[in-house]
């Protein structure tokens, strides 16, 4: 994708060297705006691609030789173990489990978060007075981290007791107080991470679908009403088949976004005291986290980290390839 | 839907008005509970009876955050903003100027070095902290601010957003430019630069935010309570067995509300942001 820059056009080459050599051959003329080129380029480019080979390529390499090492509490190579870590970790319970339950938070949250962030941004467009308050009110959840929303949910919403928010409002409907995040049968503590998570992100996902929605000529509505056209059918016929590529973009997001879990889990369930043993649940972040900075084992984070890279990658590729199909005709 | 598409529009739009109203309450109330229990002290907060705003108000919540030591919370709010105000603007302008020089600087091998800039694009943010930190704890960045702050100034994303800019900026502009004597950098400078304001507000706004909210890598390289930020301190007395409620919920306010402001200020650059970019993770 994305390969070739465009040529460089004829002008800057022409335009670029009259002044400074009068009358060059076509080499000199070459050459000399060539090498000035070269250090205009290095200036501007160099720090991010500096910055970019170190963080991103060297980091990538040596952790990948990592995982191949047995490395618990050094980040040295040298002692080879093969794919050890890798048998390891595939073999560890504890992480196959992980990956089941962000693969089951994902098919939960990310329909849930698609038809809400749909459904508000249809809302939002369609109003005629206070539209900019609307989007405001929806779109600035997204400027509370993850840990603050935690605390709120965790402490004030879904504290378990009969005076807390949930509670409260499950008494009008004759429900019993229960701990939210304790009761693991049934597990109620998915609607915690899901209500959380969908106030964090459903303004977010909103501006994109809104930004496709403006997108959309509104000839198209008017001659479909023109045919008669209401409600649903413009909804299904015109709205959601010209959304087709925010769709795709956004339910990208939101699974790369939801594989990579982590901050909520972890401030909702971890204790001071026992860490996240206690925890009904963990992500595949959570895993790593604990392997990498609580056992110090680098070699087996190293493995994880590509294990899990590889996943979200394939998925993205095969649901780029699967919805791409049949882009052109757009 | 289905039931409201026969309704006369009068009907209709009553509905929707009242769907909004609704809406919005739910979307907003949890900001009013946040300063609510901000201001309350622990016995009202855990009373069985509800009350919907502190009969007396305890402001004292929000001076005990930097009185008390322990909390540390003015050192770590003052880490966030350190991290924050030089990542936004250090970030965004290395993104633009590699964006400037991958779409305008004709030197052979260009197209190599914006796929080996692609290609990253490819590697999930969070996933990779492992990595990270090995790079970042060789070179001693454990528990320092720069540790912090060094692997998220380099964004790909943004250059390939600036590059697609320059791409289409018109080339009339740099030509006259050049005419008066300008180079390359110059050019980048006086021309390019100049007129990259809201492309800059965006992506710089959005920088910040990911920056102050962030979490995991904050977690992973700052542990020793000096490099906390503030999103650390928080999170360190929410998972600790701390009592004190309301200071939590103090905190918690002090971190969010610069953020609001600013989502309250510079909104049309926020939502212009997320619009062409879509970014994040």
Known sequence: ?330 | MATTRQLPPVVRRSVRGLMAGLLTVLFLAPFYLMLRNALMDTQGLTSPDWTWWPSTMHWENFTSLFSDPALNMGQALGNSLLVAAITAPVSTLLASAAGYALARIPIPGRGVLLALVVATLMIPGSVTFVPTFVVVGSMGGVNTLWGIIAPGLFNPFAVLLFRNFYLQFPSEIEEAGRLDGLGWLGLYRRIALPSSGAMLASLGALAFIDSWNAFLWPLVIGQDPSAWTAQIALSTFLTSQTINLPGLFAGAVVTIAPLVAMFLVAQRYIVEGIATSGLKG
């Open chain 1, 1 to 330: 994708m994305m390969k070739s820059a465009p040529p460089p056009t004829l002008h800057h080459e022409r335009v670029g060297c009259p002044a400074a050599e009068p009358r060059g051959t076509a080499p000199v003329r070459r050459t000399r705006p060539d090498r000035r080129a070269w250090g205009a380029f290095a200036l501007l480019a160099g720090p991010l691609l500096i910055g970019l080979g170190l963080f991103k390529y060297v980091a990538i390499g040596w952790s990948f030789l990592l995982s191949l090492s047995e490395a618990r509490g050094t980040i040295a190579l040298g002692h080879w173990v093969g794919l050890d870590n890798y048998r390891t970790l595939l073999s560890d319970a504890v992480f196959r489990k992980s990956l089941g339950q962000i693969l089951l938070f994902t098919v939960f949250i990310v329909p849930v978060t698609f038809a809400a962030s749909l459904g508000l941004a249809l809302l939002v467009h369609r109003i005629r007075r206070g539209r900019a308050v609307l989007r405001t009110a929806f779109l600035i959840p997204a400027a509370v981290s993850y840990v603050a929303a935690s605390l709120l949910w965790k402490m004030s919403l879904f504290n378990g007791l009969p005076s807390g928010i949930a509670n409260t409002v499950g008494g009008w409907f004759g429900m019993d107080a229960v701990p939210w995040l304790q009761t693991t049968s049934p597990p109620l503590y998915w609607v915690v991470l899901i209500t959380l998570r969908l106030w964090l992100q459903v303004g977010f996902y909103m501006v994109l679908f809104l930004a496709g929605l403006q997108g959309i000529p509104k000839e198209m509505y008017e001659a479909a009403a023109l045919d008669g056209a209401t409600g649903l059918r413009l909804l299904r016929r015109i709205t959601l088949p010209m959304l087709r590529n925010t769709s795709v973009a956004v339910l990208m997001l939101q699974f790369i976004a939801a594989f990579q879990a982590f901050d909520e889990f972890y401030n909702l369930f971890n204790s001071g005291l026992s860490g996240s043993a206690a925890a009904p649940i963990r992500t595949p972040l959570g895993y790593l986290y604990d392997t990498a900075m609580g056992s110090q084992n680098y070699g087996l984070g190293s493995a994880g980290a590509f294990v899990l890279t590889a996943l979200i990658v394939g998925v993205t590729l095969i649901q780029g390839r699967l919805t791409g199909f049949g882009k052109g005709e757009e």
